[in-house]
């Protein structure tokens, strides 16, 4: 077979996506989560009298938690194929990929599975930020003073 059928059948068989429909979704999904976690940092600041950036920092330990129990339980990929891009939010998305990497080598015991495993996929990510936010940092000295 040459390289151009293989191309068309690759194209013939590869699945449309309506791209419109997906961005509406995950707008709406992206905006109802943004909604929920206003929501929550309201509560948190009313009920429990913390301060409004406290408030936000346990958000983040919510989402974080709900995202990694989701993905525990088999929830999150579900959802994420239904509801697109709107769930995979810099905190949720983080901690799904640091979540899943796991559970895939959890049959191999809690030290050399789970614990082994739990950045391999989230540790490039870790890795490139830190390194960049360190340049970046020097950079602004330089520059800046």
Not at 6 to 12: A, F, I, M, P, S
Not at 109 to 120: E, M, R, V
Request: hydrophobic share 50%; net charge positive; aromatic share 16%.
């Amino acid at each position: 077979m040459r390289k151009e059928e293989y191309q068309k059948l690759v194209k013939e068989f590869t699945p449309k996506e309506n791209k419109w429909k997906n961005a509406v979704i995950a707008f709406l999904v992206g905006g109802l989560v943004g909604f929920f976690g206003q929501v929550i940092v309201a509560i948190l600041e009313n009920s429990f009298a913390l301060e409004k950036m406290e408030a936000y920092s346990w958000l983040c330990v919510i989402l974080i938690f709900l995202a990694s129990l989701s993905t525990a339980l088999g929830f999150f990929d579900n959802w994420v194929s239904k509801c697109k891009a709107g769930l995979f939010l810099p905190t949720t998305g983080f901690a799904h990929s640091v979540t899943s990497a796991a559970l895939d080598y959890r049959k191999d015991g809690f030290i050399t599975g789970l614990g082994s495993s739990f950045f391999k996929l989230a540790g490039s990510v870790l890795l490139y930020g830190i390194l960049s936010g360190f340049i970046l940092g020097i950079l602004g000295v330089i520059i800046y003073g």
